[in-house]
Structure formats: C-alpha cells, structure tokens
C-alpha cells in the first residue's frame, strides 16, 4: 500500500478534452491522480505528459462499459493506495450525430434503439458499476467526493427534442447522482452533477464557445469539496443549476 498522504482521484475518460484537463488540475492542486482511458496507448502517452511536468500522475487502463475492467482498476487502488477518495464520471459518448448528408438532429422517432442502448452503457452503467465499486471504500475511510459529468441537453426542466440517446443518458446521470447521493447522506461522501458547458473538444467540435480550463473548472471544484459542501446538487459555473 502506497504510503502517500495525498488524496487519490479516479478520472474517467481521460486521454484527451475535459477529462485530461481535469487531471492537469487536480494534480497542480496536490492530488494523486489515476488518469484511464480505454485506449492503453494514448492513456500513457499523456499521463507522461503531465509526468514530465512534475506532476504526481499515474496511468491505468479502464474501460467503462466492461464490468471486468472496473473490478480490476478497483482492485489495483485497494492495493496500491487502500482507497479512493474522489471518482470523476467523466467518460462518455454522444452517439447521435448528424448523417453524412448533413441531415438534422436523428430524431426520437428514428433513433436506432441500439444507439440508446450503447449511449447508457457508457454513460450511465460504466458510472453506476464505478460507484458500486468505489463507494464501500469511500465508506471505509468516511470520505468520498463523487462527480458526474452531465449536460444542459439531459435537463427535464429544458428538454427539447432531437438526441435522444444522448439527452436521455444525461437524464439518467442525473438520477444516478440523486440517487447516490441520498444513500450516502450518513457518511462524507458529496456526490454532484455538472455541466461543463459547451467546450472545445472532440465532441464538443471547434465552434464551441469554451475552452477546456473553463469546463474543467468546475468538476475541480467539486472534488475538492469541503466536508460541509453541497450534495446531491447539479452545478454548471459552480453554481445550482436546474435538474
């Protein structure tokens, strides 16, 4: 068991965009940061990195939407370090993009049910197999900080049409979040949504309108949550923003 003092944080999807920026910070903030991805060889090139900039990051492989993956990288943090003190959510896809032809939005009614069906088992399943995982650990210690990566677009109060892989998987999140939450109310463990807005990554494309400290920003935040922070809240900007 790894011997170090600092908080051990858990980052989903994390080779590139949001995710690898929310490693840069938490590591600049004094984290011990496992960064995955489900891509071995680009989780290694990065985490080196951010290594070479002295910075306290470790690489090991996950992918979410493999049962068998999460036992092993919880195995691998209850013998390396014997917990995990921060999970961030962050993997996840948004399937439903436009045609070739440059069609709209797929619409609900033309959705293909397996588009749905893949949307949450990345971004819904993988979180709830990593809360499963990780949560007894939290509870061990009495300290855990959860993050769930969501979007405006699984918002029930402004829910339009179009994407509804996506949107609903969002949805989805969402519940996870409340529902984790209230299971944990009797220990330190704070558990909350974000919106990261809408920012230049690959998903995001190049016409967004954020930068990726921007996104990033406040997912750090909630990680490093004080024992008396919010739980079970869904925050963009760090501040409340409507379920």
């Not at 088992?121 to 979180?127: A, F, L, S």
């Not at 829910?159 to 996870?176: D, E, F, H, Q, V």
């Given at each position: 068991?790894?011997?170090t003092?600092?908080?051990?944080?858990?980052?989903?999807?994390a080779?590139?965009?949001?995710?690898?920026e929310?490693?840069?910070?938490?590591?600049?903030?004094?984290?011990?940061?496992?960064?995955?991805?489900?891509?071995?060889?680009?989780?290694?090139v990065?985490?080196?990195?951010?290594?070479?900039?002295?910075?306290?990051?470790q690489?090991?492989?996950?992918?979410?939407?493999?049962?068998?993956?999460?036992?092993?990288?919880?195995e691998?943090i209850?013998?390396?370090?014997?917990?995990?003190?921060?999970?961030?959510?962050?993997?996840?896809?948004?399937?439903?993009?436009?045609?070739?032809?440059?069609?709209?939005?797929?619409?609900?009614?033309d959705?293909?049910?397996?588009?749905?069906?893949?949307?949450?088992?990345?971004?819904?399943?993988?979180?709830?197999?990593?809360?499963?995982?990780?949560?007894?650990l939290?509870?061990?210690?009495?300290?855990?900080?959860?993050?769930?990566?969501?979007?405006?677009?699984?918002?029930?109060?402004?829910m339009?049409?179009?994407?509804?892989?996506?949107?609903?998987?969002?949805?989805?999140?969402?519940?996870?979040?409340?529902?984790?939450?209230?299971?944990?109310?009797?220990?330190?463990?704070?558990?909350?949504s974000?919106?990261?807005?809408?920012?230049?990554?690959?998903?995001?494309?190049?016409?967004?309108?954020?930068?990726?400290?921007?996104?990033?920003d406040?997912?750090?935040?909630?990680?490093?949550?004080?024992d008396?922070?919010p739980?079970?809240?869904?925050?963009?900007?760090?501040?409340?923003?409507?379920?």
């Amino acid at each position: 068991m790894s011997s170090t003092d600092k908080k051990i944080v858990v980052v989903t999807g994390a080779n590139r965009g949001i995710g690898f920026e929310i490693c840069k910070q938490l590591a600049k903030n004094g984290l011990q940061v496992i960064l995955t991805s489900r891509d071995e060889q680009k989780g290694f090139v990065v985490c080196k990195q951010l290594q070479d900039e002295g910075l306290s990051v470790q690489f090991h492989q996950l992918d979410v939407s493999d049962s068998g993956s999460i036992n092993r990288i919880r195995e691998f943090i209850e013998g390396e370090y014997g917990c995990c003190d921060v999970l961030i959510n962050n993997a996840g896809i948004f399937p439903d993009s436009v045609d070739a032809s440059g069609n709209d939005w797929p619409s609900v009614f033309d959705a293909p049910i397996e588009m749905v069906r893949t949307a949450m088992e990345i971004n819904v399943y993988g979180p709830l197999l990593l809360c499963q995982a990780f949560v007894p650990l939290m509870k061990k210690h009495n300290y855990g900080r959860i993050v769930n990566l969501s979007s405006g677009m699984g918002q029930l109060t402004h829910m339009g049409g179009k994407c509804p892989a996506y949107r609903i998987s969002k949805t989805s999140i969402n519940a996870l979040t409340r529902i984790v939450s209230e299971e944990t109310l009797e220990q330190n463990i704070l558990v909350n949504s974000m919106c990261p807005g809408w920012v230049k990554t690959d998903m995001g494309g190049s016409g967004a309108i954020r930068e990726l400290p921007e996104g990033a920003d406040t997912a750090v935040w909630l990680a490093m949550l004080p024992d008396d922070g919010p739980r079970g809240k869904f925050f963009r900007d760090r501040k409340e923003f409507e379920w």
